[in-house]
């Protein structure tokens, strides 16, 4: 990196046309812009072109964003400066199963996940004492029918007032409201099970394994009113067999959803996460 000069990640979407990264790279030489990465995706279907650009560059954000002011507009894009490094401030909410919690803790501490959590949310007290081995403010938020719209004010006030940017369910068993849905859009992530077939409900292990599945896995996504059906972030299955009891599968399955989470937790804070309507680019 030049002396002086700092780190920002660019992205941008916009309807695609001839002169777009051309007109993208004169803004950064305009800003006195070194590239350092740059990936970028046009979509036949929706016809939206995508771009990821990390570059260095001497003046201040605020500079850099002048400089870039009008090649956005001239495109129409929905285009996002961030400066490199920044960690994403997230909020963790989740119910009982501490799994997808404690790989994420441990990542973020080992440097690895580039997050700043400022506080768990759960319904029940369960993990707690995980969060309290890892310093970080536990907030109990019962939910029950009566108690849900309140509950959700809670979590309201707690996502202005920290500041949060991103929201993780790393297995909070509780639907959040439409309107909740609505506001978070494309900063909540969710993670759930996979299996071909699905198998809804309680024990979604020991009803995969009553049917005998050979190939089990989870879905991270970002979450929508329609449940489970936001736009999917990252997918992993893995192989399994016969020989395989209900308990293993569901140890195999914590296993998947634990480093199925975490990768889409680290590819939105590296803001490599795009979305094209239903569906999301992901720049790797």
């Not at 997050?115 to 995980?130: C, F, G, K, W």
């Not at 998947?256 to 309507?277: C, I, P």
Request: hydrophobic share 40%; glycine share 8%.
């Amino acid at each position: 990196m030049i002396p002086g000069a700092s780190a920002f990640t660019l992205t941008l979407s916009c309807p695609d046309q001839p002169g777009i990264v051309h007109a993208v790279s004169g803004g950064l030489v305009a800003a006195g812009g070194n590239i350092t990465e740059s990936q970028q995706y046009g979509s036949p279907e929706t016809g939206s072109f995508f771009m990821r650009v990390d570059f260095t560059a001497p003046g201040t954000e605020a500079q850099v964003r002048e400089a870039l002011a009008p090649v956005a507009a001239a495109f129409g894009m929905d285009w996002q400066l961030h400066p490199a490094g920044a960690p994403v401030r997230t909020l963790i909410m989740v119910s009982k199963s501490g799994h997808c919690l404690n790989d994420l803790l441990f990542r973020q501490r080992a440097g690895t996940l580039n997050i700043d959590v400022p506080a768990i949310v759960s319904n029940h007290r369960d993990l707690a004492e995980l969060a309290a081995f890892y310093g970080i403010p536990f907030h109990h938020i019962p939910v029950t029918p009566d108690t849900k719209e309140d509950a959700e004010h809670q979590l309201r006030t707690l996502i202005q007032d920290l500041d949060i940017e991103l929201v993780v369910l790393a297995r909070y068993m509780q639907i959040l409201s439409n309107e909740l849905c609505r506001d978070l859009s494309g900063r909540a992530i969710n993670i759930h099970h996979s299996f071909l077939p699905s198998f809804k409900g309680a024990r979604p292990y020991h009803q995969a394994h009553a049917r005998g599945v050979k190939l089990i896995g989870a879905t991270a996504h970002y979450v929508t009113s329609d449940l489970d059906e936001g736009p999917i972030i990252e997918q992993e299955v893995i192989r399994v067999d016969h020989s395989r009891s209900a308990p293993q599968l569901a140890a195999l399955g914590s296993d998947v959803e634990g480093r199925t989470l975490s990768k889409a937790v680290q590819w939105h804070a590296e803001h490599r996460v795009l979305l094209d309507g239903k569906r999301t680019i992901v720049f790797n």
